[in-house]
């Protein structure tokens, strides 16, 4: 699914709060790929149509900022009770014995599931509702997750307007949605974003110079399209180069744009490949450096025979961890490329500077 039809799902989804289909989000993905942006996007959506946005990240205590900051600051404004059944709520918290009921056992959850309970049944009369919006859920404690999910399904056993919208890396996702406790997350509505359109990206490199209240030439522009390669983070990143490179302040030309796409593969080595590729074995490395000898998609045969390993079928194995970890994927039968743009060449320039023991040397003098 394009991101036009993604946005116009989002923009849906309040409008008939009866109708749970996306209420319950999860958007996957590689580095860079926009996901925080479309999670942006969603909330933008629910704050259109009226709805209360809780936006949090998944560290841990997730739980009691929800508790005890959000949902009574929320039910302060929007519920017409007093803020004492808050406090009462409050006091359940703390060392309870073991012959407690479920809510002195529990206090956190039956807290939480109360407060949504209070805060839905004041929002829902006014065509309102609550969303909670999470960002690198990869990095969730899956029981905190356990938790929310349960009220995430309550809720929609009693059609609660509350929506769930989390975003987060595709690896780590797929390892999260293994665990039972995350049945919600399973059930979600999944999209995996990855690259953009070339016309897409053409009208987002253009609309960040107009942004700027620069101009760019056709030319120039199709030459920063067509080496973006739909990446989203390369957008941003060229357009703001090239400009910065057009320095007497015209019409952004050919050469700015080259110039810029060279600032901008300079910080997406720094901020992207270097960190993905760090945690990799040696022999991943070698795998994917026999990839790196060809400009575009390589032949998987063409790559075992390179790295020369026996049996041949442990070639397949490091393709199938390094499709798994989200390095490289699938490009048509029997070929893979790079998930993210200019791994190869990031690979071949440093196994040159590895080469001549000059890896520090290439990072100091990479900064702008
Ligand atoms: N559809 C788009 N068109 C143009 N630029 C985009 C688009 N989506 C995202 N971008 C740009 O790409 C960059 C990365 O986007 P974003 O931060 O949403 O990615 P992400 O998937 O959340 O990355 P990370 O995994 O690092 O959190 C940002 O600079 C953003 O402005
Ligand atoms: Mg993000």
Not at 13 to 23: E, K, Q, V, Y
Not at 308 to 312: I, K, L, N, R, S
């Given at each position: 699914m394009g991101r036009d039809e993604l946005l116009d799902e989002f923009d849906e989804?309040?409008?008939?709060?009866?109708?749970?289909?996306?209420?319950t989000v999860l958007l996957s993905g590689q580095r860079g790929m926009g996901k925080t942006v479309l999670l942006d996007a969603y909330r933008h959506a629910a704050e259109t149509d009226g709805w209360l946005v809780i936006t949090e990240s998944s560290s841990s205590g997730l739980l009691d900022r929800l508790t005890r900051d959000h949902l009574p600051r929320l039910l302060q404004q929007y519920?017409?009770?007093?803020?004492i059944q808050l406090e009462s709520a409050d006091l359940e918290v703390g060392p309870v014995g073991a012959g407690g009921s479920w809510t002195d056992r529990y206090p956190a959850e039956s807290t939480l599931r109360s407060q949504v309970t209070e805060l839905t049944d004041a929002l829902a009369p006014r065509g309102s509702g609550l969303v909670l919006s999470i960002d690198?859920?990869?990095?969730?404690d899956v029981e905190e997750l356990r938790k929310l999910g349960e009220i995430v399904q309550y809720a929609r056993r009693e059609a609660r307007p509350f929506a769930f919208a989390a975003a987060g890396l595709s690896t780590p996702i797929e390892e999260l949605l293994?665990?039972?406790?995350?049945t919600f997350l399973r059930r979600a509505d999944h999209h995996n974003v990855g690259r953009v359109d070339r016309p897409d990206v053409r009208t987002a490199i253009a609309q960040t110079i107009a942004d700027g209240g620069r101009e760019i030439d056709a030319q120039a522009l199709d030459r920063a399209a067509n080496t973006i390669e739909g990446y989203p983070f390369m957008i941003q990143l060229v357009g703001y180069h090239s400009v910065r490179n057009?320095?007497?302040?015209?019409p952004v030309a050919s050469a700015a744009v080259a110039a810029g796409i060279d600032a901008a593969r300079r910080r997406l080595g720094r901020h992207v490949h270097t960190p993905a590729l760090r945690p990799l074995s040696p022999v991943d490395r070698t795998y994917l450096l026999a990839m790196a000898q060809e400009d575009g998609p390589a032949r998987t045969r063409v790559v075992a025979e390179r790295l020369?390993?026996?049996?041949?079928q442990y070639a397949g194995e490091y393709r199938r961890r390094l499709i798994r970890d989200g390095i490289i994927e699938p490009a048509g039968h029997g070929f893979v490329r790079f998930t993210i743009p200019y791994t190869g060449d990031h690979l071949r320039e440093h196994a040159a500077h590895d080469a001549l023991g000059d890896m520090n040397g290439h990072d100091s003098a990479d900064r702008p």
């Open positions: 989804a309040f409008a008939d709060s009866m109708d749970p289909t996306g209420l519920s017409g009770n007093p803020p690198e859920i990869q990095a969730a293994d665990h039972e406790g995350t057009q320095k007497d302040g015209g020369g390993v026996t049996p041949p």
